[in-house]
């Protein structure tokens, strides 16, 4: 694995949770220089340097350049820290014929079917009187496959039912206590954890596979490939602008949430930033609608035994660059500004780039940006890595295609216009 790759998968595999995902970007920055901020009331620092503020599943970053112009503007790569996967229930605990099983709701739009024969760990966070405890475990769960001996249609097409069919077993006899079990792997007594947040992760580590090692299989590269592009990018450029990373939580349920990129969350920390800069509040809505976002999120490539689901002019290919997410409808946001851009930030980088735009029959999905834009009102270009299995259990994308997206994000922190 070359050495981005070796850092990706390090980041994946040691983020099994949204939660999980936030304490490593802050803990990165922390390394770089950043300044963790509480997240309380009260004025910021407004000193150049590095700053990081997590709330919850959400984390915003950003640098404050040594030279601040009058009317600053802002430069944010905007992505999310979350997965599709299964949720624990609140009373996890059950048994059928024998065997403790956990209960579990669905989280997203998940691919259901490359969940099974999985050895799946629980991830997330335990919450007692004082403090938060990030969790994980070793693999201690599976959802097994029906035999084919006792269903012998189900090539024709699986069908599962989401309440009966993908419930986790963890053992044999008794129910058992979960979360007691999953206590133990945070140092914390069974008995203290008041509440929890905890969801299904797969425990097989990132790799490169394919001939040629092309391409890069882990789980959750939607969208952590784009939130480690943002950071490592954020980390190593140089800009004139304010720069901001935006991974919010909740993308995979809508966003409308106090940390997706529905709620305030993002508002409220852009206007404390102009505060600490002496901005006036009756400039701040003005400078928001005249920063730029770059949102980042996972891409559809062209897949080898489906072509006839892509428009037969846009087939996006492993390899060959970042890809411009165009919409006629506005799920994604480029227009004919942003693809300017776009091409601009992969030439100064030189990346290779490419355009995705769904066949008029597939509706199209869609990311955080217009949801954002159409709150803050900043100019929002959709693009991100193709991906291939995107929100199956591992996905898969091309081994050079993470690099090249952390290079045209530097590239577009670095751009002098707005
Ligand atoms: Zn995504």
């Not at 475990?137 to 309440?163: C, E, W, Y």
């Not at 009756?282 to 428009?311: C, F, K």
């Not at 929002?380 to 996905?395: K, N």
Request: charged share 20%.
């Amino acid at each position: 694995m070359t050495q981005y790759l070796d850092d990706l998968a390090e980041f994946i595999h040691t983020a099994p949770s949204p939660y999980h995902v936030t304490a490593q970007v802050a803990q990165r920055a922390a390394e770089a220089g950043f300044t963790v901020l509480d997240d309380a009331p009260g004025p910021w620092p407004s000193e150049p340097g590095g700053y990081v503020l997590v709330r919850d599943g959400a984390v915003i970053a950003w640098k404050i350049p040594e030279q601040v112009t009058e009317y600053p503007t802002f430069h944010i790569v905007g992505a999310h820290t979350d997965s599709p996967t299964f949720r624990v229930k609140p009373l996890p605990d059950n048994t059928s014929v024998g065997y403790a099983r956990v209960g579990v709701e669905v989280y997203g739009g998940v691919l259901v079917n490359s969940w099974l024969d999985r050895d799946l760990g629980f991830a997330g966070r335990l919450i007692t009187a004082d403090e938060q405890h990030l969790v994980r475990t070793p693999a201690m769960a599976r959802i097994p496959q029906l035999a084919i001996h006792l269903d012998r249609s189900v090539n024709d097409g699986l069908k599962l039912d989401r309440q009966q069919h993908l419930v986790p077993i963890v053992g044999v006899g008794d129910e058992t206590n979960i979360l007691a079990e999953i206590a133990k792997h945070a140092d914390v007594e069974p008995e203290a954890v008041q509440g929890f947040d905890l969801v299904l992760t797969d425990t097989q580590a990132p790799a490169t596979i394919g001939v040629d090692n092309d391409f890069f299989a882990a789980p959750r590269l939607d969208n952590l490939v784009s939130v480690h592009a943002g950071l490592r990018a954020l980390l190593e450029s140089e800009s004139e602008h304010i720069t901001v990373l935006a991974a919010f939580d909740h993308e995979e349920v809508g966003s409308e949430t106090r940390t997706g990129a529905g709620g305030p969350l993002l508002g409220e920390m852009l206007g404390r930033i102009l505060d600490s800069l002496n901005v006036p509040a009756t400039q701040h809505q003005t400078m928001i609608s005249h920063s730029i976002m770059l949102s980042a999120d996972g891409g559809h490539l062209v897949h080898p035994n489906y072509p006839e689901r892509h428009d037969p002019q846009h087939y996006p290919l492993p390899n060959a660059g970042p890809i411009l997410k165009v919409n006629a409808t506005q799920r994604y946001l480029s227009d004919g500004h942003g693809a300017a851009k776009f091409v601009g930030w992969a030439d100064q980088a030189g990346v290779p780039h490419q355009v995705f735009v769904s066949k008029n029959t597939q509706p199209s999905g869609s990311t955080i940006g217009p949801i954002s834009a159409t709150r803050l009102g900043m100019e929002t270009i959709d693009a991100g890595i193709g991906l291939l299995s995107m929100h199956s259990v591992r996905e898969m994308c091309g081994a050079q295609d993470p690099e090249h997206l952390a290079k045209l994000a530097v590239a577009f922190y670095q751009d002098s216009r707005r």
